[in-house]
């Protein structure tokens, strides 16, 4: 299992405005390194740095350091004035010795700055599927998140614009981390799918994923707070793909010490007992009850798990939450918030056949597969 599949897991998923289908923009504002005194800027061939005064230098291949200064950017003895254009000849620049496809531009940000990755967004994504699944799944599977991770980066364009960028590069957006994490099985799923997103009402659909739903995917309604109906294509299907597939079954054992003092901020101290309290149409627990010696608590399921340790409580699929010594065992099926597509069964269906499009109809079904136009 790699790490880097299930960091989205612990994404704060919040519902953005949803866009209606049209034209859109070609390139994408990635803010990749943020609040910086310094950075550096390097090329394996010549690079050009230029600023906003219509300067630009000319540097040989090699590193060179950057510094935030007040109302510029020091390069030597010369003061850029923001914003500042970082590009390579070839087409790659580095920063901070890591690749990045496009071009960077630097702007203020207080007293520091921000370095922004402007590229394609077919590019981007090739920065961001092998953060987000397996490059050595089913090339089908590798399809279905490739068009979710387009359709997501749609709907969400211009989410940091407060801070001169569309997306950050971290699990707030998406993961991701230029052209040195670039893998072939997912630049050719991009390419194959090209432009390709996911729709609902003629609107980018809001394709959240999961790692594995432990046989049904979940009516976010009872998982985040939100202020609409739950759409059609999010009300939750039976999986039936991801049975035989890491963490479908789970148990750990927490103490007692280390659940109250992650629930300190309740009150909670020395616990009794913890119980389910309702259960969702896909099995999960909708609340805890948690009995302490102060009182009792209930919380939204999936809030206690967080709360406490979400790598430990897998999920809130609970099947099982029993005393044991100075501690809780907690039983399980599943990883991760269970709204929208299950990134193992979505590897299990391509692994028996079946075709990217089946798959994003079982996870999202009425939603439709549309090709945006780039302008």
């Given at each position: 299992m790699l790490k880097k599949t299930f960091l989205i897991l612990f994404c704060l998923f919040v519902v953005s405005d949803l866009f209606a289908i049209g034209p859109v923009r070609k390139s994408i504002r990635v803010g990749i390194i943020l609040d910086a005194d310094s950075f550096a800027a390097a090329n394996t061939s010549d690079f050009f740095i230029s600023d906003s005064k219509g300067r630009k230098f000319k540097l040989s291949k090699g590193m060179v350091t950057l510094t935030a200064a007040g109302d510029g950017l020091m390069l030597g003895e010369n003061k850029l004035v923001f914003p500042v254009k970082i590009e390579g000849s070839a087409g790659i620049i580095f920063a901070n010795k890591k690749p990045y496809r496009g071009y960077l531009t630097v702007v203020k940000s207080g007293k520091k700055v921000n370095i922004i990755n402007v590229l394609t967004i077919?590019?981007?994504?090739?920065?961001?599927?092998?953060?987000?699944?397996?490059?050595?799944?089913?090339?089908?599977?590798?399809?279905?998140?490739?068009?979710?991770?387009?359709?997501?980066?749609?709907?969400?364009?211009?989410?940091?614009?407060?801070?001169?960028?569309?997306?950050?590069?971290?699990?707030?957006?998406?993961?991701?981390?230029?052209?040195?994490?670039?893998?072939?099985?997912?630049?050719?799923?991009?390419?194959?799918?090209?432009?390709?997103?996911?729709?609902?009402?003629?609107?980018?659909?809001?394709?959240?994923?999961?790692?594995?739903?432990?046989?049904?995917?979940?009516?976010?309604?009872?998982?985040?707070?939100?202020?609409?109906?739950?759409?059609?294509?999010?009300?939750?299907?039976?999986?039936?793909?991801?049975?035989?597939?890491?963490?479908?079954?789970?148990?750990?054992?927490?103490?007692?010490?280390?659940?109250?003092s992650k629930l300190s901020s309740y009150n909670v101290e020395k616990i009794k007992s913890i119980k389910v309290k309702g259960e969702t149409p896909a099995g999960s627990a909708k609340e805890v009850v948690i009995t302490h010696s102060k009182g009792t608590l209930t919380l939204n399921a999936y809030k206690f798990r967080t709360a406490v340790d979400a790598w430990k409580i897998r999920s809130n699929t609970f099947d099982s939450i029993k005393k044991d010594g100075d501690g809780f065992m907690f039983k399980g099926r599943g990883w991760g918030h269970k709204v929208g597509l299950c990134q193992w069964g979505a590897k299990g269906?391509?692994?028996?056949?079946?075709?990217?499009?089946?798959?994003?109809?079982?996870y999202y079904p009425k939603t439709k597969i549309e090709k945006v136009q780039y302008n």
């Open positions: 077919e590019d981007y994504l090739r920065g961001v599927l092998p953060k987000e699944a397996s490059p050595s799944w089913h090339a089908e599977s590798l399809k279905a998140q490739a068009i979710i991770s387009r359709t997501y980066t749609m709907a969400n364009l211009n989410k940091h614009s407060g801070q001169g960028f569309d997306v950050c590069a971290q699990t707030h957006c998406q993961v991701y981390g230029g052209a040195g994490t670039e893998a072939l099985g997912c630049n050719i799923a991009i390419s194959e799918t090209s432009g390709e997103v996911l729709t609902y009402n003629d609107k980018f659909a809001q394709t959240v994923f999961h790692a594995n739903c432990g046989g049904h995917t979940e009516d976010p309604k009872y998982v985040w707070n939100w202020n609409f109906d739950t759409p059609e294509y999010l009300k939750g299907v039976k999986c039936g793909y991801c049975a035989n597939a890491p963490h479908a079954y789970w148990e750990n054992t927490l103490t007692n010490a280390y659940i109250a269906m391509a692994d028996a056949g079946k075709k990217y499009k089946t798959i994003l109809q079982h």
